[in-house]
C-alpha cells in the first residue's frame, strides 16, 4: 500500500516568512510523528499526535512552530516567521497504534531559508 | 555525553565484506532498538527492530542487543552496492513519552565499493 508521504518536497522561502508543511500518514495508521534532520545535528523529535488524546509538543523547539491534525489523518506542521535556523529536512512517520518501534518515515520536506 | 553516540564514519568497504555498525546509549531505560537506512534525499527506512537484549537475524542483517554494555551493532553480511546509505540507530522505552519518542544516532555514513 502507499506510504507516508509530504508536501512541498523542497521548500525555499525568505526569512521571516511563514510555511505550512504538509504530511498524509499510511491509511489506518493512528500515530503520526513529526522529527527535524539538520545537518550534523541528527534526528530530533518535534511532536507526536495519537487518535483524539492531546498531542505532546515538547520537542517543538519554540513557539514559531505549531502543528494540528484534521480528522485524524493528515497533519500540517507551520513555522511562523522563519529564522535561517530552521533549514532542515522535516520528517513525518506514522505508526499503526502509538509504538515507537514500528514508526515508517515519509520522503521529507527539504526546508531552506534563505 | 549525549544519549546515544554513533560514529559518523564515512566508512568505506569493498563489495563483500562484513559490515559492522555499532551504536552506545547511556539510558539504561530504553527497551527497544531500532535500525534505519536512509539513502541520500529520503527519508529513513526501518530495517529491524529489537526488543531488550539478544541478536536478530533478517537476511543478511543481524542486529544485536547487550544491554548490559548499553551497545547494539548491526552485521551486514556479503555487502552490496546498494547498501551503500546512512545508517541511523534509534531507541525508546516503554513508558511515558519514552515509548513513543525515538532518540537517534547521528548516523554512520557507509560506502560499499564495486
Known amino acids: 500500500g502507499a506510504g507516508v508521504s509530504q508536501s512541498p518536497s523542497n521548500k525555499v522561502t525568505e526569512k521571516g516568512k511563514d510555511v505550512e508543511l504538509r504530511c498524509d500518514p499510511i491509511?489506518?495508521?493512528?500515530?503520526l510523528y513529526w522529527y527535524r534532520q539538520s545537518l550534523g545535528q541528527g534526528l530530533e523529535f518535534l511532536i507526536y499526535?495519537?487518535?483524539?488524546?492531546?498531542?505532546?509538543k515538547s520537542g517543538l523547539p519554540s513557539d514559531r512552530f505549531s502543528a494540528e491534525r484534521t480528522g485524524g489523518s493528515v497533519s500540517t506542521l507551520t513555522i511562523q516567521r522563519t529564522q535561517q535556523e530552521d533549514s532542515a529536512v522535516y520528517l513525518c512517520?506514522?505508526?499503526?497504534?502509538?509504538?515507537?518501534?514500528?514508526?515508517?518515515f515519509g520522503p521529507g520536506t527539504r526546508l531552506t531559508v534563505t | 555525553q549525549k544519549e546515544v553516540e554513533q560514529d559518523p564514519g564515512p566508512l568505506s568497504v569493498p563489495e563483500g565484506a562484513i559490515v559492522s555498525l555499532n551504536c552506545t546509549y547511556s539510558n539504561s531505560a530504553f527497551q527497544y532498538f531500532m535500525w534505519y537506512r536512509q539513502y541520500s534525499r529520503k527519508g529513513p527506512e526501518l530495517l529491524m527492530y529489537t526488543y531488550s537484549s539478544g541478536n536478530k537475524e533478517d537476511g543478511r542483517f543481524t542486529a544485536q542487543v547487550d544491554k548490559s554494555s548499553k551497545y547494539i551493532s548491526l552485521f551486514i553480511r556479503d555487502s552490496q552496492p546498494s547498501d551503500s546509505a546512512t545508517y541511523l540507530c534509534?531507541?525508546?522505552?516503554?513508558?511515558?513519552?519514552?515509548?513513543?519518542?525515538?532518540?537517534f544516532g547521528k548516523g554512520t555514513k557507509l560506502s560499499v565499493i564495486p
Open positions: 534509534a531507541m525508546s522505552g516503554t513508558a511515558g513519552a519514552g515509548s513513543y519518542q525515538l532518540t
Open positions: 499526535f495519537q487518535g483524539n488524546s492531546a498531542p505532546d
Open positions: 512517520a506514522s505508526s499503526l497504534s502509538g509504538g515507537a518501534y514500528e514508526q515508517y
Open positions: 491509511s489506518g495508521h493512528t500515530a
